[in-house]
């Protein structure tokens, strides 16, 4: 990735807006973990940069603390020279990516569930309909036990709902009920993993639009957000899921999603993309908090009498700047005892596949999370993004300390 | 390869990196005009590995660097190509603190932050607080005997250090100082030799400081200029009343303009010359006293506007854009030149009024953040370090300014240290004589000269055969601007 004679791209020139100051690394989960220079934001921006240089001569040398990273932006949030982590870090994965794909079986798998699977919703299904006739049957835990499957991911593969709650919403356009005024008009983005994964957190959120008097539109012609595979270097791929997703949504005034990391992807298309469209897309998304907060919401949740912890999700902290939206929700519960967990804005450690990639960090970063927020001795805990819940509720379950782990959405549904 | 090997089997595989692409991130410190790859880093956790190490590299002659969080702004932990980096990051524990004699005792990688937040629920905190303090160690502090704002009122970190374990260079034990205090009667001063020494005396491994009771009441004031003068003669009007706030800064358009458009935006006034950030603590009435007679010089001095924060979200807003200051510089070039000299407090003004001078004769780009009570002046030159010739001007300016407060009565530095940075200043100061003596004490905790080679003392004072930094240097820059600059 020498300079070219067009000039360098533009995610070496970002590179150039860190000025080693340092102030990032406090806030880097991994560096706090590891301690290793090259495994904080500072240097991993310096690796980068030489590589983009051409100072380095092997780029497998480097992969490794690249592939450490989590992405999950914090760093970001703590630098005062504006550095666009998030930026460099994807480009740079796809350079890496395209010069030499990652060899070896976890990175063909990766390769393939991504783009075979989980960006082809039917697929996706079909896959969850075998997991769980495989956990129903036991399978898991003899094939476990037998070692044909790593531990880490028997342990935190969450267990597949059954059917009912599997089953994805209903598309085209829901109302709201009989006398309940309507507000608004909105379009559902409904996510991949959150479909199958967490169908009931997608009804919530639907049940929630509606009793707030919103139109909630189920959009048919939806893809996968494609954030796994810039993730993983792959932003080609990425791109043709989000010119869909562009195309879809195309009558909608706004896109409501429920989870972060895809709400994060989702708003960058005009960076993935580069286009006026994309960028015209990206303004029209909003986190489901992020628009509660601001309509307003019209209908009385069903009270919580309890602790209630609320974890940032990096990719809304930090990717989406959205903060205090959740808490004021969900300090309208009737009965609630909002606490603070030390460190609320730190990643848990989930970080979208980081945790079947890069099992020992994320547990390590996940156990100091569960112990923070243990601290609080919360009744339950709320988060919005599909992988922190399934990671959080993990680390709670591991150290003993079982919660209900529950997107804010479910905790702001007014009774029945 | 044989020392990498040994070292290897002495921390194992995963605390030592000899991959020499790996060891591009360990190429510098916040001084990023010195660039050089070490030979190999080495993380060890205690002080019987960096013992072991430090034997090791004793037997094999080879040199090495010590390093905390690599915050230092004069290329202090930058190593040279055959020499290692002995990291201290990952010595974190803070080994015992004692709220009755209010000391604590800790590893010398424990960042300078964390150890107050140790500490706080007992109501006590580590006073010398750099700017870097969220991320800066304890040992680096002590090695660059650091200062911070509120060292105006609180002393430097000297003064807080009570006493040190350290591996000399030979892999040797000495215990320095004595944890009860200066006062318990203890032979010669060694602590202090070296306390301020740049890592070139040996590895502090555990480190006992004194911790401070936290003030009953704080208040933070912010007032804002129409011209730096006027913001220097109310320093001076403050300390001439016999004032001494807990801290005294300044910091002017550039810097509150950057400090403005990043995400330590504290609400300066962005069209203020300057703003003055005074902090006052101490018991209640003193302290409302103290706020009232400052109000009245900011007002006498014709401050813009002036506010007063109370509660400790409010004064954290206003410290907010201050600790975040040199990174907010990014925005305006690539690389900056954090300088750091020191001029006596009375000819603070004459001092800013010939630096952008300085500045415009050079054609670069000057700001400047400083404490003002110390007449501790950070100017800052943004840069492109890709540019030769850019590099060139900055490094001139930087030259230049230094002499200035040479010739104001001043001195070099004022807490960032000499490091690889400012050799060819030194001489300003001292004489051959001066330097000499430097250079024997150096020699009786280092006789080989292989900790921290070719930093501190001018070449000729240094062990002739490690001392090639400044040629480095230039090597170092010539091959990155050939790179970069295509
Ligand atoms: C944004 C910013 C703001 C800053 N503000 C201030 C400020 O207000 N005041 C101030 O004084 N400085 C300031 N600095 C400079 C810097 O933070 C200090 O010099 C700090 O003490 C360096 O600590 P470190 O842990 O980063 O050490 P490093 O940079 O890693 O090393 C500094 C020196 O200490 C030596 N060293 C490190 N650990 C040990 C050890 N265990 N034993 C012996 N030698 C050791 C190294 O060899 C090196 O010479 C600032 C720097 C930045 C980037
Ligand atoms: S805070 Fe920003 S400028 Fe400072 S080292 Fe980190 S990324 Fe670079
Ligand atoms: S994205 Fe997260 S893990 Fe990666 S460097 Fe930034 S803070 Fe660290």
Redesign the pocket.
């Known amino acids: 990735m020498a300079p070219s004679s067009d000039g360098p791209p533009a995610s070496y020139l970002r590179t150039l807006d860190c000025v ?4 990032c690394l406090p806030h880097c989960p991994t560096h706090q973990v590891l301690r290793i220079e090259a495994d904080s934001p500072r240097g991993r921006i310096y690796l980068m940069r030489a590589l983009a240089e051409g100072r380095v001569d092997d780029a497998e040398a480097i992969r490794p603390f690249l592939d450490r990273c989590l992405d999950c932006r914090a760093c970001e949030t703590a630098c005062p020279s504006g550095v666009r982590y998030g930026e460099i870090l994807e480009d740079t994965r796809a350079t890496l990516e395209r010069a030499r794909p990652k060899r070896g079986v976890a990175a063909w798998l990766t390769r393939t569930l991504l783009w075979h699977v989980v960006a082809r919703q039917r697929r996706l299904r079909f896959l969850f309909w075998w997991l769980r006739v495989f956990e129903v049957l036991g399978l898991q835990r003899l094939a476990t036990a037998l070692r044909l499957l790593p531990a880490h991911v028997a342990t935190l593969a969450p267990p597949v709902p059954p059917a009912r709650e599997r089953r994805p919403l209903r598309t085209g356009l829901h109302r709201p009920a009989e006398g309940t005024e309507v507000r608004g008009r909105v379009a559902l983005f409904t996510g991949c993993v959150m479909e199958p994964l967490f169908g009931r957190v997608n009804r919530a959120t639907l049940d929630l639009l509606l009793a707030n008097g919103f139109e909630v539109d189920v959009v048919a012609a939806q893809r996968c957000c494609g954030a796994l595979l810039v993730h993983a270097g792959q932003p080609d791929r990425a791109r043709q899921l989000a010119a869909a997703n562009v195309r879809a949504f195309r009558d909608a005034d706004v896109v409501i999603n429920n989870a972060a990391g895809c709400g994060c992807a989702l708003k960058e298309y005009g960076h993935l993309l580069g286009t006026d469209e994309g960028r015209r897309f990206a303004a029209k998304c909003r986190d489901i908090c992020e628009f509660l907060a601001h309509e307003g919401l019209t209908a009385t949740p069903r009270p919580f009498h309890g602790r209630l912890v609320y974890d940032d999700p990096c990719h809304l902290c930090h990717g989406q700047g959205v903060r205090s939206a959740p808490r004021e929700l969900l300090r309208q519960v009737p009965g609630v005892e909002l606490v603070e967990a030390e460190h609320s804005a730190d990643c848990c450690g989930s970080a979208g596949i980081y945790n079947l990639l890069q099992p020992e960090l994320a547990a390590a970063i996940g156990e100091r999370k569960a112990a923070e927020i243990r601290a609080c001795a919360p009744a339950a805990i709320a988060t919005g993004n599909p992988g922190c819940m399934m990671q959080i509720d993990s680390h709670m379950h591991r150290s003993g300390h079982s919660v209900p782990v529950r997107h804010p959405v479910e905790f702001l549904l007014p009774p029945p | 390869m044989a020392i990498e090997r040994d070292l290897t089997r002495a921390l194992g595989p995963e605390r030592v990196l000899h991959t020499r692409d790996a060891l591009l991130a360990w190429e510098c ?2 001084f990023t005009v010195l660039k050089s790859r070490p030979r190999a880093v080495v993380l060890p956790e205690s002080t019987t590995e960096v013992q072991a190490v430090l034997r090791l590299l004793h037997a094999a002659a080879v040199p090495f ?10 290329g ?2 930058t190593a040279g190509a055959d020499a290692v980096v002995v990291d ?1 990051s990952r ?1 974190r524990r803070v080994l015992h603190v004692s709220t009755v004699d209010r000391i604590a005792t800790v590893q ?2 424990v960042v ?1 932050l964390d150890l107050t937040a140790a500490v706080s629920d007992h109501d006590l905190h580590y006073a010398p ?5 969220s ?15 509120h060292c105006f009122k609180y002393g ?2 000297t003064d807080h250090v009570l006493a040190a374990t ?1 591996v000399c260079p030979d892999g040797s034990l000495a215990h320095l100082g004595d944890p009860a205090g200066p006062r318990s009667p203890h032979g010669l001063d060694v602590l202090g030799v070296f306390c301020g ?9 555990e480190i006992t400081v004194r911790l401070c009771r936290n003030p009953p009441e704080v208040r933070t004031l912010l007032a804002s200029f129409a011209s730096m003068s006027s913001a220097c003669r109310a320093v001076g009007d403050i300390v001439a009343a016999g004032l001494v706030p807990a801290a005294l800064e300044i910091l002017d358009q550039a810097t509150i303009r950057a400090v403005e458009a990043s995400v330590y935006r504290a609400g300066y006034p962005e069209n203020a010359a300057a703003v003055l950030l005074v902090e006052l603590d101490g018991p209640h009435e003193v302290v409302g006293e103290e706020a009232a007679e400052i109000t009245a010089f900011f007002r006498k001095n014709g401050a813009l506007q002036s506010e007063e924060a109370t509660t400790p979200d409010e004064r954290k807003r206003l410290w907010k854009g201050r ?5 907010a510089m990014g925005r305006i070039d690539t690389d900056l030149y ?1 300088l750091d000299g020191v001029v006596p407090r009375t000819r603070l003004e004459e001092a800013l009024t010939k630096i952008t001078e300085i500045g415009r004769r050079h054609g670069v780009t000057l700001s400047n953040v400083f ?1 003002a009570g110390d007449g501790n002046l950070h100017p800052n030159i943004s840069f492109d370090g890709r540019d030769p010739d850019a590099t060139a001007r900055t490094i001139a300016a930087g030259h230049e300014i230094l002499q200035l407060c040479v010739e104001l009565g001043g001195s070099i530095t ?4 000499v ?1 690889g940075e400012k050799l060819d200043h030194v001489p300003l100061m001292f004489d051959d004589d001066d330097l000499e003596v430097m250079a024997r004490v150096r020699r009786a905790f280092d006789p080989d000269g292989r900790c ?1 080679p070719g ?1 501190v003392l001018p070449q000729r004072h240094a062990c002739a055969e490690v001392a090639k930094w400044p040629q480095m240097t230039a090597e170092v820059l010539g091959e990155g601007a050939a790179e970069g600059g295509q």
């Open positions: 080693h100051c340092g102030l | 410190d916040g660097v010590p390093r905390g969080a690599g915050t230092c702004l004069s202090g932990p201290c010595m010398p990688g300078n607080d750099p700017s870097s303090q991320v800066c160690t304890i040992g680096g502090n002590l090695a660059e005997n650091s200062g911070g704002p430097m970190t350290v020494s740049e890592g070139t005396f040996g590895i502090a491994t600790k975040g200051a040199f990174g954090v404490h004022g807490e960032h240290g490091g921290n930093k």
